[in-house]
């Protein structure tokens, strides 16, 4: 096996797949990784498209490699596709079509054969977790199984697979060809060990990275003032379905009719944007609701709010999590597969069931007892956060595949 030698020290090669650098928690925690294991390992990173806000945050010293062209299908949304390439745009269509009756897992392995083979590398790392059989996207799984040529292939999930659609048969074929999973969460791996009970001894946890210095300087720069004189909630994450942001604008409208007043910020976009906006309307509350869209730095949105709340129907470990508890700001989340670990044991914030009912209660209640939630950003600005224990997992992970 190549590895590259730097003087007397010979350094590891680890390639990386991922689909893109756009705004997100897998890109997000990918590049914190980076930044902490550059030096350590020569590191190369594959893209299928080099779009995305995140590219300039690249660190410096890795290598960037570029899939097929072709593969910018599966790394790119259809509405880039449309303004870059129509061609690409109507390939990508006609394959999400054929996925919508064929499912992905044939689609994607032949679609891989369009990378050219790639390595030696002592470990190739796939960065995405694969998605529900209907749903065309991924593919990264592929190419690190198929197309590279590594001593040890790993695959990262960032996904409650149990509950996203993606716990079939062949799902778990597919990662049974896999030397080491990563899980980002207690909870993440507990989820896919239900899934796929056989590969129990193959997942081992990692938690996420982040740049907490660059958080809290971020969160510094023109952070948002908000009047005192009412209580302001932040969502900050895409706007799709799994996100439950509806039940979110239902509950603002419960505590309107409550006579609390509260003020309800949404940080991010996505596909369900309009419909959301429109909801608001027509509830009555689009004077409560400020929809802010992607922010390349949400951080000075956050940092002065009373309340982060994430109404999802289903998560992994989300970063925004931490990055809140960073900034001081408590957290209100509906019951999902790491919150346990993220927000309970950590004394961070509320849990409540996963029902629109629950979160309604939940957020009156928290409203109504503003002092709790004051002593809970007193508390949470005396917890220092770092990296420590996400390096000492991923030190033990390397470790046992003799890397």
């Not at 890795?62 to 390439?85: A, D, F």
């Not at 952070?223 to 900050?236: C, E, G, L």
């Not at 409560?288 to 982060?308: C, E, H, I, S, W």
Request: glycine share 6%.
């Amino acid at each position: 096996m190549e590895s590259i030698l730097r003087g007397s020290h010979v350094k590891k090669r680890l390639i990386f797949v991922n689909n893109n650098l756009h705004s997100g928690g897998i890109q997000k925690s990918l590049l914190s990784l980076l930044s902490h294991i550059k030096d350590q390992y020569a590191v190369t990173l594959l893209l299928m498209s080099d779009t995305g806000e995140y590219k300039a945050q690249l660190p410096k010293g890795i290598q960037v490699l570029h899939c097929s062209p072709i593969l910018r299908i599966l790394g790119m949304s259809q509405k880039e596709l449309w303004r870059e390439n129509r061609l690409l745009f109507c390939i990508r269509s006609l394959f999400a079509a054929l996925c919508r009756i064929t499912g992905n897992s044939l689609l994607l392995r032949i679609l891989s054969h369009a990378q050219k083979r790639l390595g030696p590398y002592d470990v190739a790392i796939s960065c995405m977790h694969s998605e529900p059989p209907r749903v065309f996207y991924g593919g990264t799984n592929e190419i690190v199984l198929y197309r590279i040529r590594a001593a040890k292939k790993i695959a990262m999930v960032h996904a409650d697979v149990l509950h996203n659609g993606s716990c079939t048969a062949a799902t778990g074929k597919l990662y049974g060809q896999f030397d080491q999973i990563i899980a980002c969460s207690k909870g993440c791996r507990e989820q896919f060990v239900k899934a796929f009970p056989d590969l129990r001894d193959r997942v081992s946890v990692v938690s996420n990275f982040h740049r907490f210095h660059e958080i809290r300087a971020l969160a510094s720069q023109n952070p948002i003032a908000y009047p005192r004189d009412q209580i302001h909630v932040i969502t900050v994450a895409r706007l799709n379905k799994e996100k439950g942001i509806e039940r979110a604008l239902d509950a603002v409208r419960a505590c309107v009719d409550a006579g609390i007043p509260i003020q309800y910020h949404i940080v991010g976009d996505g596909a369900e944007q309009q419909s959301l906006e429109k909801r608001a309307a027509q509830l009555g509350i689009a004077g409560r609701v400020t929809f802010y869209g992607m922010q390349q730095n949400p951080y000075r949105f956050m940092k002065q709010a009373d309340l982060f709340l994430l109404p999802s129907y289903h998560e992994a470990a989300p970063l925004v999590f931490t990055e809140a508890k960073c900034l001081g700001v408590p957290i209100l989340a509906t019951r999902t597969a790491s919150v346990q670990e993220m927000i309970l044991d950590d004394r961070a914030g509320w849990v409540c069931e996963n029902t629109t009912a629950a979160i309604v209660h939940s957020l009156q209640e928290i409203c109504r007892h503003r002092e709790a939630l004051q002593e809970k950003r007193e508390e949470l600005s005396l917890k220092t956060y770092h990296n420590g224990e996400a390096m000492r997992q991923w030190n033990a992970v390397m470790k046992e595949q003799e890397i």
